[in-house]
């Protein structure tokens, strides 16, 4: 059940200088039932938001404005789209004024302390506020999510491969030591940073590999299957940057068990989300590309099965900077406000 807010909910987004941030400020300005109260930044305080991302013209009008002098407190929800780190040590103070948070890092995502002290340089600050703390993928946690006061968003890889493996894991039907998961984003996944690894003329006609030896999406996902299929989950994760500004393609192989090997898998997964409005299963035989997903809060998905073997092919596409970012966070603010979880987040793909 969904209710319609008698006033808009009060938004505030610190960090909202980079890809993530100004993908949230495109959702909220069309948003029917948010209205954005602060944008923090240091370096810009002053500017007005729409000088610096010039397609907010007209449907922002707001100027940036020091986290020190900006009223967070009064909002009713912040994102935090900024490095690991920052959402730690302001989430308690937020939330002793009744303010809700949705980090777009890392700082919520891993329940495993030392697994979060490995990969991110840092000891947690608030190991309480952690606990208490919902993984924000809807699909997964639709329910605890609703009566969340923070959410930690999930990262734009696990995305696509928690959403691909979930029913398959749910019913028991794939060998969970042998999973493969073969990953390709696009550059604004890295971020908005003057990095020369990520220069047009390194990027572009080129295509590589990244973080084979290990990649802190990892822990991640094999935390969040390892709860979902209650066994350890042995998973090769290989993510790859590709020479495109924004998308993300995943192909994930899994092994059928012999006992499962009589399923039809397509229909496994059109009954799993059947009702879902963001998980599109595409209809057999068909093969998924990130065009498909573009500017929306889509995940794209299609399964395959070669030779009608024991080897399982699941193709999932999603644009990284909405469902993989941004969108993900506005469907988990509409559930702890009670909205209709669409709202704001209806836009379809674009097409070239």
Known sequence: MTTTPSASIKVGIVGATGYTGVELLR???QHPHAEVKAVTSRQESGRCVSDMFPSLRGHLKIAFTSPDDARLDECDVVFFATPHGVAMNEARQLL????????LAADFRLQNLDAF??????????PDVLHEAVYGLVELNREQIRHARVVG????????????????LEKNLIDTQHIIADCKS?????????????????VSDSFKAYGVSGHRHHPEITEKLTAIAGADIGLTFVPHL?????????????????????????AVFEERYKDEPFIDVLPAGSLPETRFVRGSNYVRLAVQRPGNGDQLIILVTQDNLVKG??????QNMNLMFGLDETAGLTQLALIP
């Open 325 to 330: 970012a941004a969108g993900q966070a506005v």
């Open 27 to 29: 959702l909220l300005a």
């Open 186 to 202: 696009g550059v604004s996944g890295a971020g908005r940073n003057a990095t020369q690894s990520l220069l047009f003329a390194e």
């Open 117 to 126: 002290r490995h990969w991110y340089k840092q000891d947690h600050a608030c």
């Open 242 to 266: 590709v020479p495109m500004v924004r998308g993300m393609f995943s192909t994930i192989y899994a092994r059928i068990r012999p006992e499962a090997m009589d399923q039809d898998f397509q």
């Open 153 to 168: 968003n999930p990262g734009c890889y696990p995305v696509t491969v928690i959403t691909g493996l979930l029913p398959l």
């Open 96 to 103: 002793d004024k009744g303010v809700k948070v949705i980090d």
